[in-house]
Structure formats: C-alpha cells, structure tokens
C-alpha cells in the first residue's frame, strides 16, 4: 500500500492510475473494519482521497484523526497525520494552518526542525501582511541556530543544505537591492514563496484543483519582468493591471523601478512552477513552452535542480497531453477506427517522453534532492522505459500492443 501511494504522489502519470486507486481502496476497506482506530489507515484513506483529486475529505480525514475524540494515539502516527495534513494545507493555499502544522511537527517528531521551520515561514509570508512578513522572518533568523545542531550521522539533510543555499541567495538579493546594512531583512525581496518552491520537490502542485492551480498562475504571472508565453491567464491579468492602475496612479508598488525576479534561477522556477500548474488546468501549449524556458541557461543557474525537474514535468506533460487527446478521439463514437490512431499517438507521446526522461537523468548529477527526483524518474516509468509504458498504455486501453 505504501508503495502504490508513493508512486500515485510522485509519478506524476501512471498508466495504471485508475488500477492502483481501485487496489488501494480494496485494501482499506479490508482493513479497517479490523483496525477502526489505526492511525495508518486512517493517513492511507485521506492519502487515497488527496490521490483522487479531493482535498477536502483528505483534511476532514486526517484533523478528525488528530482530533480529541479518538480514543487511541500514539505520538509517532500522529506526526505522520500532521505532516500529511500540513502538506495537504499548503496544496490548498490555506497558509496559516499550514504554518500551524509544520511547526506542530517540531513537537512531534526529531527529523529536521530546519525543514519544519522553513516551510512554515514560506507559509507566513504568503499571507501577505506585514504581521505575518515579520513572524517569516524571526522564524528564517532561528534556522542557523538550527541548521547548527548536531546532525544524525553527523550529516546534513539535503533539504537542509538547500535551506542554507537559499538564505545566503536571499541575503545576497537583498543588498543589492538595498545595500548590506539591510541584508537579513530578506523577506523584503522574496518574491518565489520557499514553501511553493520546496513543495514542488514532493509533487505538491501535481493534484490540486483547477481553482487552486489559476491563483497559483495569477500570482506568477503577476512578478516582473512580465513572461513571454502566450497564455490565457495572461489575457486576464493585463487586463485587471490596467484597471488597477489606472485607479491608483500614485500606489508605490506599481512604480517599482526593481523588477521582482532578477536572476535566472528565479525566472527558471517561475516558469517551472508555471508549467507545472498551466499543465494541470489543461493548457497545454502554454505548460510546454513554460517547460521548455525552464530548461535553458543552466550556466548561469545556482539550483542545477531546476533544469532535470523541468525535463521531467515535459515527459509527464508528454503522457497527460496524449491521455487528453485520447478522450477527444473516443469521444467520436464508432464511426471511426480509432485503435492505429491511438497506437501511433501514444507511440509517438512515449518516445517524447523517453527522450525528456534521458536528458532529464542526464542532467539530474549531484543536483539539491536529487535523489527525490530519481525516485520520481524510476516511478513514472520502468526500464525499457518506452517499451514498458507503451505495452502499459495499451492494455489499458484495451488495444493489442503488438
């Protein structure tokens, strides 16, 4: 079962989704019956609804398992509840319960305070008031002091070394843009949340709801320098920016001289992070030339990470893409033969695929959490990969792959 959902959370396309949630969901319903009060079961069934594209249950799941009412708990499945329902809250956009979470873990469990810490104050500063920009900052000051204690084997976390990167990429920002007697007031020139950014490590923007996807595509695409991708979204948000400026002539914000991303990782991850949610509305087009930026200049990136995550999210832009032009073929009834059609669609998506998973590994070397990203390589297909997707896909369809 922990496997099924480790690859339904991280894949990112799996030909045998529909199999997997029908398996996973057998499974719990033999199982709980036996264990009503196993907290497992209990973080598997809100998993499972997470899975299949519904967050709130996943929420009402796992805070009723946390809740007074269950008469047996124990501390260490509690904090697996807490870090699934923290997680699930940042997907939702719901920051302020999300902060509330990953700090509730630095009670509950020894892992990586750091981490906790870090994700929380991305979730403060997503707020977006100056409260919570102040609570981000005390929350980023104490993390050297965390970042400082001893280590289990004596080593750091690889999402604690890429915290350290960030606070000393942050810091250098901010005194060029203000000089460096204001250099550890870095929350002034954030401008990618480090919540959003490590959640794409873990697949966090994968299943969320439309509605949720288009404020995360509002948001990105309201940072300066304006992007150069046709999308949409675009269309709309020129059109609110006029209204609002032509409203406010003197707002301060919108005279900004200093453009809010200044740096090729930046600009990098917000067309990542674009692609990423312009795939999940259905926008195609736009999530590949999204993709396809997020690919270059790696030269000058610090975070090589961004460059093999970005070959990877093509390949299941590949997958998805074909799985929806799919629909639209068997959509037009029987008059029609549809099975040559969709062998050579899916012939062609899979070697597209393939060839962005190779240049994907290619790339991936001794980046940040790149062991996460292999795990995601291996999940999404298994070696040969174009063979053993095709042969996956087609049976799946009921077609014969020979």
């Known amino acids: 079962m922990t496997y099924h959902g480790i690859k339904l959370l991280l894949a990112g396309y799996l030909a045998d989704e529909g199999h997997l949630l029908k398996q996973v969901g057998a499974m719990l319903d033999s199982l709980e019956p036996r264990f009503p009060h196993g907290s497992l079961w209990l973080l598997n069934r809100a998993k499972l609804a997470r899975y299949e594209n519904n967050p709130s249950l996943a929420i009402e799941i796992l805070q009723r398992g946390l809740g007074p009412e269950r008469s047996v708990k124990f501390q260490q499945a509690d904090a697996l509840l807490m870090f699934e329902l923290a997680w699930v809250l940042l997907a939702e956009r719901r920051y302020q319960e999300a902060a509330d979470a990953f ?11 750091p981490t906790y810490t870090f994700l929380a104050a991305g979730c403060y500063l997503a707020l977006k008031t100056d409260q919570a920009r102040t609570k981000a900052q005390e929350l980023f000051d104490t993390l050297p002091t965390l970042l400082q204690k001893k280590k289990v084997g004596g080593k750091d976390l690889p999402t604690e070394v890429y915290i350290m990167k960030k606070l000393d990429f942050w810091r250098r920002k901010q005194t060029r843009w203000f000089g460096p007697e204001r250099s550890d007031m870095f929350v002034e020139c954030i401008r990618i949340n480090p919540a959003e950014e490590l959640g794409v490590f873990w697949n966090t923007h994968g299943r969320i709801p439309k509605t949720t996807a288009e404020a995360h595509i509002r948001e990105f695409l309201a940072l300066t320098p304006p992007v150069n991708v046709a999308s949409p979204y675009a269309v709309e948000l020129d059109t609110s920016l006029a209204t609002a400026n032509s409203s406010n002539t003197n707002d301060t914000l919108n005279q900004n001289p200093i453009a809010d991303l200044d740096t090729t990782d930046e600009l990098n991850f917000q067309h990542l992070i674009l692609g990423i949610t312009h795939r999940g509305v259905g926008e195609f087009a736009a999530a590949r030339a999204f993709l396809e930026y997020a690919t270059r200049n790696a030269k000058s990136l610090e ?24 629909l639209k073929v068997q959509s037009r009834g029987n008059d029609r033969p549809v099975d040559d059609e969709l062998k050579s669609l899916w012939k062609k998506a899979i070697q597209s695929a393939t060839s962005h ?8 070397g001794d980046t940040d959490l790149s062991s996460r990203l292999d795990a995601r390589l291996a999940m999404v297909g298994l070696q040969p990969f174009d063979d053993t997707l095709l042969f996956l896909q087609l049976t799946t369809l009921g077609l014969d792959p020979g």
């Not at 975070?303 to 799919?326: C, M, N, Q, S, T």
């Not at 998973?357 to 991936?364: D, G, H, K, T």
């Open 103 to 113: 700090l509730t873990m630095k009670r509950l469990n020894t892992w990586s305070h």
């Open 303 to 326: 975070g090589k990470w961004i460059i093999p995550l970005a070959y990877f999210e093509l390949a299941v832009l590949d997958l998805h893409e074909a799985r929806a032009h799919e």
């Open 357 to 364: 998973v190779e240049e994907s590994q290619a790339n991936l």
